[in-house]
């Protein structure tokens, strides 16, 4: 079995009153790659550094592109598929099978709900999303993220920022969802991903509303308590949405992605230390997507852990 690491964040959706995400789930891939899909296999192939970002639409159409770290950048994408609308959605990982066949699951957001998701994908193989409901209470949650430490040691953990202004960390290793201390102090935040799992700490890249972006650093042990330090105090207003994949030994792919384009800009930053910390642009690049608007992004790892701070 086999592991891979997705990272997703959702804008934009509208939500279905009254319907729950595993009721709407009947999927089929449809259409064929285009010809970006063979310049991003190609890309892959030659080992560059990547962010896989997707979209869905409102009527739950889902579409993704890789983005290979090459001059100029690269992307492309697997055919388009049917999944189902969702509000926000975490890290996705997925688990390679021989049998049954492998699978995507995630924590997602569909009104105050929060739901288990999965789905089963194969190329040229239908998608059969199903989902399980976890938690109620949801509603004012804007965004969420997850870290997963494999081994003895691991640990699961589900972030969300809320409109209330505070960040919420839940204990999610066992399968149940359980809260695991919160701080104040988040309401002019407006974008979280992962950029760190360790057995020690998570550490989260975050940036503001007005445009700043900051680490969030996060010792496993109870009871919460974050330090956070400024990267960069303007550049990322334009931002709704950050995804990051480690590069290498300690550095990350970043991009930035906004909700109402269809352009996604990526950058190269070194090992996270504050100010310090350098910031290479690496340029924009048009996504395939069919969405109206950037809807879900998703960001791919094959292994290794995210030890970006």
Sequence with gaps: MKIRR?????????????????????????G?????????VKAQAAGACNVQVGAVDNTGEASADAIYATKPLTAGGPMDFKYFPIR??????YTGRTTPKSYYSAYVLQGANLYLARANYEFGDATAPTAQRVGTGWAGFSTIATSNVLGSKGHKFLYGL????????????????KSYGSAPGYSGFKAITV???????????????????????????????ATLKLVRSTGFKAYDYLVAQRCGASSTMLAGLSKTSQ???????????????????????????????????????????????
Excluded: M
């Excluded at 064929?32 to 991003?40: R, S």
């Excluded at 310090?276 to 094959?302: C, Y």
């Design 6 to 30: 997705f990272a997703l964040a959702v804008a934009g959706l509208s939500l279905v009153t009254g319907a729950t995400v595993a009721g709407q789930a009947t999927a089929g891939v449809q």
């Design 32 to 40: 064929k790659p285009g010809p970006e899909f063979a310049a991003a």
């Design 88 to 93: 926000a959605s975490a890290t996705w990982y």
């Design 162 to 177: 809320h409109g209330n202004g505070s960040l919420y960390r839940y204990n999610v290793t066992t399968g149940a969802v």
């Design 195 to 225: 950029i760190s799992e360790t057995a020690a700490y998570d550490t989260l890249l975050a940036s503001t509303k007005a445009g700043a972006l900051w680490t969030i650093h996060i010792p496993v042990t109870a009871p919460f308590k």
């Design 263 to 309: 352009v996604a800009t990526a950058y190269a930053v070194s090992h996270a230390n504050g100010t310090k910390t350098v910031i290479n642009p690496l340029g924009t690049v048009e996504l395939h997507s069919k969405a109206s608007s950037v809807r879900l992004l998703r960001t791919q790892s094959d292994g290794p852990q995210l030890l970006g701070e």
